[in-house]
């Protein structure tokens, strides 16, 4: 445990030592794979959560070194658990193709923190309830969302860092297409691991 600790603290130290700030036309790419847990919302409350792997990859365009924006492909599960009053679940498996475009500010003395914030647009791949596919009419096949996070880069070299970060969805438009016309959102949260590539 002790070298684990020592092996993070030198890490962190050397992205601080290697420093770089950003200038405009500098883009990063990010490869990233994460665990993600959403639910379903409607007037009467919210299902249980599921959990699931979101991946995908973002790309940074900087203005400064202070402002980029943000903008990737991202491949999210969403759904939600139901419950029917005994131990029965049933799960709605809503897998989705999301592409956000978030104004990102890039703060601390080492410009190394993120908070990104914008909207994203989601188109749905595939839906299915307990693994059996849902009827194409039930779920509308596009939604749209607010997005936030916060992130930390450790630079590994000028080229290379590791990015953590965590998103926040809220879905702002209907995904209800079936025909008791309640209104249902998407909500949930995702816990990411990155590599950075500075171009």
Known sequence: MKK?????????????????????????????IGTSS???YDDDGSTKSNSGVEFGVTTDYYFNN???LRSGLIFDKMGGKYENGDPFLWEDQLNYLSVPVNANWHFGSTRKWNLNFGLTPSFLLSAKVNDQKV???LIETFQLGLTF??????EI???FGLLIDAQWFNGLTNI????????????GFSFNLGGVIHL
């Open 4 to 32: 684990i600790v020592l092996s993070l603290v030198a890490l962190v130290s050397f992205g601080l030592a290697n420093a770089q700030m950003k200038e405009r036309g500098v883009i990063e790419i990010t490869p990233k």
């Open 135 to 137: 009827p194409d009419n």
């Open 38 to 40: 959403f639910a379903e």
């Open 157 to 159: 070299t000028e080229k």
């Open 149 to 154: 996070g916060i992130g930390y880069k450790i």
């Open 176 to 187: 209800n297409n079936g025909p008791d016309n309640r209104n249902i959102t998407n909500g």
């Open 66 to 68: 202070r402002w980029s």
